[in-house]
């Protein structure tokens, strides 16, 4: 499923960007692509690597100390009927608890590590490597759920915005996230007999893929007739007189609503660049509230505290503490390297279909029907980016959130859909890709649904508690 669309992503990214101009020169969707490609091996995977290997340590200390032991027992029932393939004393069991619970307390980078460790366990008990086993996709099902405690980051970017009490949203994202979380798990469980688990050496024939090979169908030929013919379209835009596409564009209305969104981006940037500007130029900063002290400094003491049990426990039995971190640290880097190919195509993909403007469209599109279901069309890109990429929809909640003509109601209800939700795409590419699995089944389904209804609890809830402010 994930190739088919991984394809029409691309298709669809370049086709629309040469509607609106963005298929070549700065800007453009390639420009996007190399940028994204560049930053999945040098933003994500080599400082994915350093914590893979700082957090591997730990864990291995952790098992040594017999911490994560005692957190499964205690746990032993709810684990039991969500993974009843997994043997109670697995390793796995153990690794995925604490990348739950680091999920929960909102710290995401660092449950990435944790997360790769427990796929790494939960693929040495797949009997068919290529495929994903039930196992693995109620786990990331559950990951994509992102049940969590403190919305740390969308509370942040509600600070940043200048937006008082952004505690409000706390409460709401816990309620969209159980929503999610609880979906994920039932439909990773009832997709199951639709997308059973085929053995390896059955699932593709080599005389099928001869035959696939050797010939293409006519459907595949129509395909590829009418993806000429649209890029031929393409290149009469963008060699003939500039007059013709602006024409195009304003006859269709396209243009205003490319404008409009500049003008946002651009407001937003700046209202941004002003507010960092303010809260620098205080030489004291207020003293935060009670609540907020409290829950920083639980969020800052959970890592020290980690590693004081697991560094005290496994000195106290003996354990060699420093050879041992050492030991676990050393699987790390070969991780981030086999996730780096994954990296590159999702982002570079996923970097076209942002900057081709493809979601100023469908928002132009769907407007009137969303209108009609009291969905605020404002937040549909969010809600169509925040599957695809974090780093594109922390940059569309910053527009929402600083835009002077929504309510304080859209932009609540904005972070609370940022907080609902996991960057489903990301996350599968990611953990199935550390273990070199390939058909993902169910999973990717599993996950949307998750997705589909985390935003629409956020959008009750959103509407529920912030519609009279």
Excluded at 213 to 228: D, E, N, Q, W
Aim: charged share 15%.
């Amino acid at each position: 499923m994930l190739n088919h669309i991984w394809a029409v992503l691309l298709f669809i990214g370049i086709l629309v960007a040469g509607l609106t101009g963005h298929v070549s020169g700065e800007g453009s969707v390639i420009d996007a692509a190399a940028k994204a490609a560049e930053k999945a091996v040098m933003g994500i995977a080599l400082p994915l690597a350093g914590m893979m290997m700082f957090w591997l340590g730990v864990l291995r200390l952790m098992e040594k100390a017999g911490v994560l032991d005692a957190v499964v027992r205690f746990l032993a029932p709810l684990l039991r009927r969500l993974f009843p393939d997994v043997p109670k004393d697995h390793p796995a069991m153990g690794a995925m608890v604490m990348n739950l619970s680091a999920n929960m307390l909102g710290l995401s980078n660092n449950a990435t590590p944790l997360g790769l460790k427990a796929m790494g366990h939960l693929q040495e008990l797949n009997p068919n490597k290529q495929s994903a086993s039930n196992a693995m996709i109620t786990f990331l099902a559950l990951n994509t759920g992102a049940f969590t405690l403190i919305p740390v980051t969308a509370m942040n970017f509600l600070n940043a915005a200048g937006i008082s009490n952004s505690f409000r949203v706390i409460v709401p994202t816990i309620l969209a996230t159980a929503c999610a979380s609880v979906c994920a798990v039932l439909a990773a469980k009832a997709y199951q007999g639709f997308s059973p688990q085929l053995p390896d050496e059955i699932d593709q024939p080599a005389e099928k893929a001869v035959e696939e090979t050797a010939g293409m169908s006519g459907r595949s030929k129509l395909f590829l007739g009418i993806l000429a013919l649209l890029f031929a379209g393409i290149a009469v835009l963008e060699l003939g007189p500039k007059s013709l596409r602006a024409d195009l564009l304003r006859q269709s209305g396209l243009s205003t609503v490319m404008e409009k969104a500049a003008e946002r981006k651009a407001t937003a940037a700046k209202v941004l660049s002003e507010k960092k500007a303010e809260q620098a130029a205080i030489a004291v900063p207020p003293e935060p509230p009670v609540w907020r002290r409290a829950m920083d400094g639980a969020s800052g003491l959970a890592i020290p505290a980690i590693l004081l049990a697991a560094v005290g426990l496994a000195w106290a039995r003996g354990v060699r503490v420093y050879e041992e971190f050492v030991e676990g640290a050393k699987e790390g880097f070969q991780v981030a390297v086999r996730i780096m190919p994954y990296l590159v195509a999702m982002l570079a993909v996923l970097a076209i279909l942002r900057e081709s403007g493809a979601f100023l469209l469908l928002e132009y599109a769907l407007a009137p029907v969303l209108n009609f279901l009291g969905f605020p069309v404002e937040l549909l890109s969010l809600a169509l980016m925040r599957p695809l990429s974090g780093s594109g929809a922390q940059g569309i909640l910053n527009e929402i959130l600083t835009r002077p003509d929504l309510s304080e109601m859209v932009k609540f209800t904005a972070a609370i859909l940022y907080g609902s939700t996991e960057t489903t795409f990301y996350v599968l590419t990611v953990y199935f890709g550390s273990v070199g699995v390939r058909r993902f089944r169910h999973a990717l389904l599993a996950g949307l649904t998750a997705d589909f209804i985390g935003m629409c609890a956020a959008i009750f809830f959103g509407r529920l508690l912030f519609a009279l402010v």
